[in-house]
């Protein structure tokens, strides 16, 4: 089954950073933003961050990463991560952390507090690491009402596996009639044919790393990956999938009238939804609602791809289903943070030189 096609072209949802003399986002950068995340669910601001902002936060992504005591992510990858193919992990509230995260926060400020209350929590502060021989994730949603945001540290190629979104796939009021009242089961059709092609793809990737010498499967990880019953959503598990155990693919997915609309609906499937691969510059910073459509593909590269990410609640979420999507560190969820108090925090790094001299002017 060949693979679904995806665009790299992200220009159709970008918007360039311009800061006022306070640096936030001036109001018609903010406006044009906000209109990005209602029509298409997210919105890809370039430039956000200087060069040195950007390589201060990869300092602390590097910093978290060489600790061996790390705190690593629950929701998704746990075979990735034991296997070294991916690294997510949350960063520790420290005050370097803490101020990084407030720089954004009131960088973004308007846009922020259009979607979510100064008392919404901060979810979590994480990295998200691939690498060579990572699985592609399948197409999915995060837990819904939060507003998501990957800030690109370092340049970040397709080959290394940036984040593939599906625009106009969030949910919000009103959202049932679109699509001639369809558009659900049409975003869910889209979704399985999708998650159909992911899982062939991992199962041949898998099977021709038996024998590469680039990314060698590790003693018991073609069985982890494949025949085990531990719980990971995103493995091309044979065993998972035949019991109908995984809720994001499985045989259950497949029933003879899903393949018949499948067919049916092929041509509309194609023209409605269109994937697009992000693949940002530095300093970019990608802002999604939760349950925007979006997957982590496999990272094809020899070079890591790292990502910094934060996640602010926009509505009320039981924190027992916060584990389905997210991991805050535990000395966050001994100290929590509201958007409030990242609006107010100290900010760090100190503005970065170029930064200074171009609000100067």
Known sequence: MPDFSVSSDTSAFEVAAVLDPQ????????RAALEMMDTFGLVVLTGLLSDAEADFGLGL????????ARAHSTFASETDNSYKRRDFCSLPATREVNGFAALLAQRLEGVYREFCGLSRPLIEVATFTSYLGSSHQYIHRDPAGVISLFAALEDVSPEQGGTVFVPGTHLYGGVENTHAGHARA????????????????????????????????APG???????????????????RFLT?????FSLRNLSPSTLWQL??????????????QAAPRKGSVILYRSDLLHAGPDNRSPTPRRFFGMSIARDMI??????????????????????????????APAKAPEREAALAD
């Open 23 to 30: 640096g936030r986002l001036t109001g018609e950068c903010e």
């Open 61 to 68: 992504i590097r910093q978290t990463i060489d600790d061996p």
């Open 186 to 217: 049409l975003m869910e059709l889209f979704r399985t044919r999708c998650n159909a092609r992911i899982f062939v793809h991992n199962l041949r990737k898998l099977l021709a790393m038996r024998s590469s010498s680039a990314a060698p499967l």
């Open 221 to 239: 990880e073609l069985r982890d990956r494949v025949f085990s019953m531990k719980w990971d959503q995103h493995q091309p598990n044979l065993l």
């Open 244 to 248: 109908g155990k995984n809720v994001q």
């Open 263 to 276: 067919r049916r609906r092929r041509a509309e499937l194609d023209r409605l939804f269109r994937p697009v």
């Open 318 to 347: 039981e924190r027992k289903y916060w584990h389905d999507g997210y991991s805050p560190h535990p000395t966050l969820q001994a100290q929590p943070l509201t958007l409030g108090d990242l609006l107010d925090w100290p900010t």
